[in-house]
Structures are given as C-alpha cells and as structure tokens.
C-alpha cells in the first residue's frame, strides 16, 4: 500500500494561502487517482479534492466546500501531489491527509495506508 508523507501545514491567518504537499518517494503514482481528506477535531474525516490517474484523464474534482479556493496538482516524476489553499476560512483547519482513492463520480472511497497528516490551522 502507498504511504504518504504530508507536509506544508502551519497557522494563517484568515484570507491567507497555504501549499499542502505529499510525497510517496518509494512508489510511482502515475496510475493512482490521489485524494485529500480532512479531519477537524470531534469530526469525522472528510475527503476534499481528488485529482485522477494521469493515465486516465488526470481531471480534479473538489468538494463544494473547497470548490474555486483549492487546486490540485501532481507531479508524477517526483511522486508528488499538491493541494493549493486560498482564502482560508476557520472551517478549513484540519488535520489534512492525503490516500490513493477511486475518484470515478467524486471522492469514491479511499484505499491504502493513512499518513501522519498535516495540521492546518486557520485563526486570527
């Protein structure tokens, strides 16, 4: 199973940008749809972006929630996907992870392991 190492969390402030990234250096990613999810405290996990295989399509799709603030992007030469963030809300703080996922309609469900994730925290 794919494992990931996410990192580029911190504390913004609200409006403010910040740039997830995940990287699985032991594994090529080109044929692996790759979301991230989210889990604030006392909620459950929540994917928010997907973006697909590069051997399908390589399309995104995000959660309305996120829709027109988050981009997605891969690199798969360096087996590794973004997650770009702007205009932060508080509602966005969250432990943020990335998974392999099957992202045929939306965020179908995830399969692989769970990294350490990266905390993002949105206050002012």
């Known amino acids: 199973q794919v494992q990931f190492v996410e990192s580029g969390g911190g504390l913004v402030q609200p409006g403010g940008s910040l740039r997830l990234s995940c990287t699985a250096s032991?594994?090529?990613?080109?044929?692996?749809?790759i979301a991230w999810f989210r889990q604030a405290p006392g909620k459950e996990r929540e994917g928010v972006s997907c973006?697909?295989?590069?051997?399908?399509?390589?399309?995104?799709y995000y959660e309305d929630s996120v829709k027109g603030r988050f981009t997605i992007s891969r690199d798969d030469a360096k087996s590794t996907v973004y997650l770009q963030m702007n205009s932060l809300k508080p509602e966005d703080s969250a432990v943020y992870y990335c998974?392999?996922?099957?992202?045929?309609?939306?965020?179908?469900?995830?399969?692989?392991?769970w990294g350490q994730g990266t905390q993002v925290t949105v206050s002012s």
């Open positions: 998974v392999t996922a099957a992202c045929v309609i939306g965020i179908d469900y995830s399969f692989g392991s």
């Open positions: 032991e594994y090529t990613l080109n044929d692996y749809a």
């Open positions: 973006i697909r295989s590069s051997f399908g399509d390589g399309s995104a």
